[in-house]
T-cell receptor, first 115, second 112 residues
């Protein structure tokens, strides 16, 4: 149980294009989903927290107009990187929480490369 | 500000015991979690301490001292597959929902 998927697992895009990453909780309803970014050999940095049906809460320094988050249902959240640039190349990881268990369940991550 | 400090790298041999320390300074504190992450993979949950003391889960144990803002992960009977990065993470609770702040991470290398 408690499986989280992400799609795509890898994406390569040209500079200036937008990329959408999906995060799904497969066997539970996620009241809260989190989006992290991880650069090589570095820690996970929380970008934003989203609750189903409400606007995401962004961490300080994260541009909400660049990283659009939609949590349309209890099993799906999407992160759209708009007008991607090479410095946006990173490993993006989502996690999901039911709110009842003191644990976040992580997706397998999406490796974004912007050329 | 927030900071969670860990040693950057630890090396050990199979069968040995290793301890990974974590010292933290955060605005809120609701507990300390530990995660394992293999290269290119997702973090997987290992252990959680909300109260002071030792929590044991198989070969892994985790300790917390809230008065010292310190915790550690203890790995026993090391196996090659334990080579990975290990992160401590403080659970904050702003505005009623959980939030994790991750440490700098420790890369564990287990050799034969």
């Amino acid at each position: 149980g408690a499986v989280v998927s992400q799609h795509p697992s890898r994406v390569i895009c040209k500079s200036g294009t937008s990329v959408k990453i999906e995060c799904r909780s497969l066997d539970f309803q996620a009241t809260t989903m989190f989006w992290y970014r991880q650069f090589p050999k570095q820690s996970l940095m929380l970008m934003a927290t989203s609750n189903e049906g409400s606007k995401a809460t962004y961490e300080q320094g994260v541009e909400k107009d660049k990283f659009l988050i939609n949590h349309a249902s209890l099993t799906l959240s999407t992160l759209t990187v708009t007008s991607a640039h090479p410095e946006d190349s990173s490993f993006y990881i989502c996690s999901a929480s039911t709110g009842f268990v003191n644990e976040q369940f992580f997706g397998p991550g999406t490796r974004l490369t912007v050329l | 500000g927030q900071s969670l400090e860990q040693p950057s790298e630890v090396t050990a041999v199979e069968g040995a015991i290793v301890q990974i320390n974590c010292t933290y300074q955060t605005s809120g504190f609701y507990g300390l979690s530990w995660y394992q992450q293999h290269d290119g993979g997702a973090p997987t949950f290992l252990s959680y301490n909300a109260l002071d003391g030792l929590e044991e889960t198989g070969r892994f144990s985790s300790f917390l001292s809230r008065s010292d803002s310190y915790g550690y992960l203890l790995l026993q009977e090391l196996q090659m597959k334990d080579s990975a990065s290990y992160f401590c993470a403080v659970r904050e609770r702003p505005m009623g929902f959980q939030k994790l702040v991750f440490g700098t991470g420790t890369r564990l290398l287990v050799s034969p």
